[in-house]
């Protein structure tokens, strides 16, 4: 298990990587890949069951990314972890690439499940987690969803579907970022009390500070500890989390990141990377 510090390390080199990618086109899905990073950091530092030399391990934890949009934070995690080559990140979203704007589990190295249309992926994981239970594994399924994806009635069957098949190995994260593609989530659909709705469909709920790696593994490990219903862990977060230039855009779901906008926001996460390594900034390429 990584400490304190190498997560925050971790998660700023994904920060980092995911920026770089959706530069290389100038356009991409930025804002909420950046708001479940710190998530994704501490569960593959360690809290996830996972081999990289072999991503296919039957007995694996499993993640799916049912906020499809943000699938480059998970791939500059999973380069990071050896998953593939870091190479292949030049290549987000581009024709006969293996890393598309959206997950797919035929094209990416693991990449548990394809998703993408929002809502299915909720199903998904309940599925997988169901199949870990009837195979007798002894492993967790994780979930991202995003809490303008959880306008989706089928986020809430698959609540409801969770609870009655007693999913206690299902730990699902709400991005809760308060953004959605046109607006803000009180604007377009209020959701009210994330937490308190998950609470009601019969799961065991946890509210805490998205980016804080800290309160993230200790959430993680109280969700493990519940028997008998499926956990929900709703990350309080910001759109565009970690990178200011991308942070104060008021529509960040989808940016354009180029020129001066894209240098500012690598020398941001190169300048975090170095504080972290306890070294001097020294900003390279964009690219």
Known sequence: MANVKEQKLFAAKIRLETVKQVGVRGFGHLGGALSVVDAIAVLYSGVMYIDPA???????????MSK??????LYSALALKGYFPMAWLKTLNQPGTKLPSHCDCKLTPGIDMTTGSLGQGASTACGLALAQKMDEIDAYTYLFVGDGESNEG???????????HKLDNLIAFVDCNQKQ???????????????????TFGW?????????????EKAIKKAKEVKGKPSCIVLNTIKGAGVP???????????????????????????????LEG????HGDCI
């Open 54 to 64: 072999n991503p296919d391990k039957t007995d694996r934890d499993k993640l799916v």
């Open 68 to 73: 499809g949009h943000a699938g480059p934070a």
């Open 154 to 164: 089928q986020v809430w069957e698959a609540a409801l579907f969770a609870n009655q």
């Open 181 to 199: 593609l046109d607006g803000t989530t009180e604007e377009v659909m209020a959701m009210g009390d994330i937490a308190a709705k998950f609470e």
């Open 204 to 216: 065991h709920t946890q509210s805490i500070q998205g980016d804080d790696v800290v309160a993230i």
């Open 245 to 275: 230039e991308i942070e104060k855009i008021e529509f960040n779901h989808h940016i354009v990141l180029d020129g001066a906008l894209l240098e500012k926001a690598v020398a941001a996460c190169e300048a975090t990377v170095k504080e």
């Open 279 to 282: 070294g001097a900034v020294s």
